[in-house]
């Protein structure tokens, strides 16, 4: 009976969670929709996507992992207030976590914690085309496994040891050409910890492209 109430629990609490990114995403890209209404050439949507380099970083003493290569991928609307100025908001699903060798069982272990990530951010133009970003981002856990290779076997294991909400900074560069494609270069870092009482943060290196439609 206890465990039913608490698998109910985390239920509703993963429920409260997509709803808080709904609002969010919903609230931004409604402000930038309505700007776009009375002046059409002020706010840009677009698409990016692109590669993740994740992993975790501790204050504590423990070997430290290998970095996960993922995919990120999702929407973005800038919303410009000033000639070298924008405000930015995103939602995009990210495959982050880490990979660790076992050397008891001589195994490589993959640790999959994948989130829909939503940062609001800062940008400047420091010239044409060229600008740096940052703000917060709130991470909103969606997938939590353990893969593994056993007597030639891959394996998937379903856990749930991580919190679902993580609330991280990320900062990084980004370069627009004139058709609207644009490149850019990230880092972003978790200042929750992942493990109630446990000092483990996220940290995700990413690469991409996108564009401006």
Do not use: W
């Not at 997509?18 to 700007?35: N, P, R, W």
């Not at 490589?108 to 800062?122: N, R, T």
């Amino acid at each position: 009976m206890t465990s039913c109430v608490i698998a109910l629990h985390q239920i509703t609490i993963k429920k409260q969670d997509m709803k808080t990114t709904f609002l969010i995403v919903a609230s931004f890209f409604g402000i930038a929709a309505a700007t776009a209404q009375s002046d059409k050439t002020e706010v840009d949507f677009g698409v990016r996507g692109g590669v993740n380099f994740a992993n975790i970083t501790s204050n504590d003493d423990f070997d430290s992992p290998d970095s996960r290569t993922n995919f990120y991928a999702g929407l973005v609307a800038e919303l410009p207030l000033h000639e070298r100025f924008s405000l930015q908001g995103e939602v995009f699903y990210s495959g982050q976590g880490f990979e660790q060798d076992i050397p008891l069982i001589d195994e490589k272990v993959e640790y999959k914690a994948d989130y829909i990530q939503v940062p609001l951010l800062a940008k400047f133009y420091i010239v044409e085309g060229l600008s740096v970003a940052a703000g917060p981002q709130f991470g909103f856990k969606v997938n939590e496994k353990v893969d593994y290779d056993s007597a030639n076997i891959e394996t998937e294991l379903d856990t749930d040891s991580l919190k679902t909400f993580d609330f991280q900074g990320t900062a990084g560069l980004e370069y627009k050409f004139n058709n609207g494609l644009f490149l850019q270069g990230r880092y972003s870092y978790g200042f929750s910890d992942l493990i109630k009482d446990n000092s483990i943060h996220t940290s995700v290196f990413s690469a991409g492209l996108g564009y401006m439609f």
